[in-house]
């Protein structure tokens, strides 16, 4: 069981990767961050670096999905996410599964 305070910490993590604020995180989260951050330097990012950040941030969504993603329904919901951060804190080499 995951104590309150515990549980606490990862949702304020789950809301900040929720960039819409659906209470979900999906795909298009992390595709909205790449275009954020890309907005946010004023154009100083070219294109082929903002293809590098997409990778990099899809890569990661992939990684989160095939692990947290339980029902396969292509979002993570804040269940999926809690139990997850808690399946980790109780055994951290199943991180690297």
Known sequence: MVSEFRKKK???AFNTFDTDGSGTIEKKDFEMSAQMLAKSTDGKVD????????NTVLKIWDGLQSQAD???????SANEWVA???AYAKNPSSAHD
């Open 70 to 76: 339980a029902n396969k329904d292509g979002q993570v």
């Open 47 to 54: 294109e082929a670096k903002y293809k590098e950040y997409l």
């Open 10 to 12: 990862y949702l304020k």
């Open 84 to 86: 997850l951060w808690d």
